[in-house]
């Protein structure tokens, strides 16, 4: 076998890798035009050099760089000459002594770049103009390149800005489907539910900084869980309430359901929460959970500034579910939903009618349902979704709803 160990193969990098290596490292088309515009004026020691789209518009221009010579032809001149004498993949030696390349705009569309007559009022040498070769493979590389490396950074910005609002499987689903997600505000029918916890402003008063942001940090974790679990959107927390809404960015057809399931097991949650805050000596008394729940029209989308935005709800019916929740104190109850969401949940749920009642900022009265437990119709179903998760695991441990 042949010993290469005292041999020194040395790979040079040429211009053309230099010059790659330099767009590469640029943070936009623009500036990868600009810069290589710079280095075929040099290299050529042309008059202009153009990048232009291949469209029936002198809109197309992308750059034109240098000054032209008295009497060169327009803009509008060239392009008509190479779509009448050339097709797409050649190259096309123009009658001002120029000529022209083409290549693939960041966008996938077709391309020419147009390079101007020397200076020196010479002509361009085929070999000159073979040169080109290796610049247009170099320039659609980098084309490529930068629109993956756009792509890759919208789909970060997407998952980082959906990660605290949605589940992650949700987040993959918008990354791989960003129709979804509107820009500004649409209309939509969905359920909205609010949360505040009984007293607890009282209670925080007596604990020390840190075990108060111990008790939310935990009492967050398990509710954000149950409600990603379900396909709903964390709004915000505020203070010790949450507020989430299903249906928005994913469509959900049954999310006033969803909606309420989530509350009772919420109610659940905090229950099993409550066991370890009371014997962990985190707290005195066990935390109580108010829930109001409320369907109907609403916007939903990204609501701000252009510095500051956040995926949110608004409208009338967002309201509602606030005052809702707040009437839990009035009634002794502790989930309260609307009559709009019981007219869409009565058959899965056991509700019990409270009262038709007027709210504040409400010009209409509202009828008020207390929603006690799911009923044997939901049940069955969950049961039968259950046999159905099971089958599909090796363990085939029954995974809930």
């Not at 035009?33 to 221009?61: M, P, Q, W």
């Not at 927390?237 to 909606?259: K, N, Q, S, W, Y």
């Not at 097991?265 to 108010?290: A, D, K």
Request: proline share 3%; charged share 25%.
């Amino acid at each position: 076998m042949e010993d290469f160990s005292t041999n020194e193969i040395v790979f040079m990098e040429n211009e053309y890798d230099h010059l790659e290596n330099r767009l590469l490292s640029l943070e936009s088309p623009q500036v990868v035009y600009r810069v290589l515009a710079n280095f075929l004026a040099r290299k050529f020691g042309c008059t202009y050099v153009l990048f232009y789209s291949d469209v029936h518009s002198d809109s197309g221009r992308v750059l034109n760089y240098g000054e032209r010579v008295p009497g060169a032809a327009s803009v509008s001149d060239i392009v008509a000459e190479r779509r009448v004498y050339a097709a797409h993949d050649r190259l096309l030696k123009h009658r001002n002594r120029g000529f022209s390349v083409p290549f693939r705009m960041e966008d996938g569309t077709p391309g020419c770049i147009f390079v101007g007559p020397r200076m020196d009022g010479t002509l361009h040498t085929m070999n000159a103009m073979r040169e080109m070769i290796p610049v247009v493979r170099t320039l659609n590389h980098v084309l490529v390149y930068l629109e993956a490396m756009k792509s890759r950074r919208e789909r970060d910005m997407m998952r980082f800005a959906f990660s605290k609002y949605v589940s992650s499987d949700v987040v993959e689903s918008l990354i791989e489907n960003p129709e979804e997600v509107e820009l500004g505000g649409k209309r939509a029918e969905l359920s909205v539910i609010f949360t505040d916890l009984r007293e607890f402003t009282s209670l925080s008063e007596t604990l020390a900084p840190e075990n108060l942001v111990k008790i939310l940090n935990m009492y967050f974790s398990e509710m954000s869980e149950v409600i990603f679990g379900l396909g709903g959107t964390i709004d915000k927390f505020e203070g010790d309430a949450i507020m989430a809404f299903f249906g928005a960015p994913h469509t959900l057809v049954d999310h006033a359901v969803r909606c309420c399931l989530a509350a009772l097991r919420l109610r659940r949650m905090e229950r099993i929460l409550n066991e370890q805050l009371v014997s962990s000596g985190l707290v005195s008394s066990p935390l109580y959970t108010r829930i109001g729940v409320n369907s109907g029209d609403m916007v939903v989308g990204n609501i701000g500034s252009a510095s500051r935005f956040e995926y949110t709800i608004i409208g009338s019916n967002v309201n509602i579910a606030s005052r809702i929740e707040d009437c839990n104190k009035k009634y002794g109850t502790q989930i309260l939903i609307s009559g709009r969401t019981f007219d869409m949940v009565k058959d899965f749920f056991v509700c019990r009618f409270v009262e038709r009642t007027s709210l504040k900022g409400v010009s209409a009265p509202v009828d008020l349902y207390e929603l006690v437990e799911e009923s044997e119709v939901l049940l069955s179903q969950i049961r039968k979704y259950d046999r159905m998760r099971a089958d599909d695991c090796e363990v085939g441990e029954l995974i809930e709803l």
